[in-house]
């Protein structure tokens, strides 16, 4: 079978037939890697691979970095995060609800994530689905005086930041001392340039991984109105795209344009979801 590209999404995403991941030559990987970048998000179904081989796929986005929560690291392949809802011998799988609100992975990070990739290793009948927005879109369509307002700015980012110190998913309840100290405050501007498309768009995300603080030299009032409206625009159903997992699928999406939503918070207690997760290192945000 040869390979094709076929766009699935109103603004972005797309299917990719025709390619075994395990075994790529370059031609064919860097028609997959401009499909990556046109489309944001991509899916090559029917895929069967080891903890090796998916690791080398991840490999060729950029040097994958593991997820800052150790305990679920792959056993075979530390840069691989276990995503499951089951739970064995009365310990969970892996993380149960891996990010079900609008997020952006390692965006509290000083260098976030450009690629996201996860594998299905198992999924439910019905159910489980992964929410994409296109953020390049949502910035295009913004009105002008809201991009006057962004143009220029930038926003503090601090994992799981909340100020309700009790909060359940709260980074003090969540993380220990040592994975605290690796995630510090950052500072992203609100509207980047895609380093590799030059595209503009729009980088805060309401979801609690994210830990919003506020938008750089604005009173909280006006930060947290300003924020709301953003996030309000960017996850119109209009610069949406939702995915119906089927087991061997692949799905490479890029954090620097898209934002995601998991909904395996949703799933009935017998209806079970695993997935590998790889995340690579991107570069250091720019403002546009």
């Not at 993380?175 to 590799?196: D, K, M, S, Y």
């Not at 603080?213 to 996850?235: F, I, P, Q």
């Not at 490479?252 to 934002?259: G, K, L, P």
């Amino acid at each position: 079978m040869s390979f094709s590209v076929r766009r699935v999404g109103p603004t972005f995403a797309a299917e990719i037939s025709g390619v075994d991941l395990s075994n790529m030559d370059e031609e064919t990987w860097r028609a997959l890697h401009r499909a990556f970048l046109e489309h944001k998000v991509i899916s090559v179904p029917g895929q069967s691979l080891t903890a090796a081989q998916f690791y080398s796929f991840g490999e060729r986005f950029g040097v994958v970095e593991p997820h800052t929560v150790t305990t679920f690291h792959h056993s075979e392949q530390p840069g691989i995060t276990l995503l499951s809802n089951r739970v064995e011998m009365g310990r969970p799988k892996g993380i149960r609800d891996a990010g079900s609100h609008w997020h952006s992975d390692y965006s509290y990070k000083k260098v976030p994530s450009n690629a996201t990739m996860l594998y299905a290793i198992e999924v439910p009948p019905t159910g489980g689905d992964t929410l994409f927005a296109d953020l390049a879109a949502a910035y295009a369509a913004l009105p002008d005086d809201i991009r006057r307002k962004i143009d220029g700015r930038y926003a503090r980012h601090h994992y799981r930041w909340t100020s309700d110190q009790n909060h359940p998913e709260s980074r003090w309840k969540l993380l220990n001392e040592a994975e605290r100290g690796l995630t510090p405050e950052v500072v992203h501007p609100i509207v980047p340039r895609h380093p590799e498309t030059g595209e503009k768009s729009i980088f805060v995300f309401p979801g609690i991984t994210s830990g919003m603080k506020g938008v750089v030299d604005m009173d909280d009032k006006e930060s947290e109105a300003l924020l709301d409206t953003l996030y309000r625009h960017c996850a119109d159903e209009r610069f949406q795209f939702r995915y119906n997992w089927k087991l061997g699928d692949v799905v490479v999406w890029d954090n620097r344009a898209t934002m995601h939503c998991a909904t395996t918070d949703i799933l009935p207690p017998d209806q079970f979801r695993t997935m590998w997760r790889i995340n690579t290192r991107g570069t250091v945000p720019i403002s546009a």
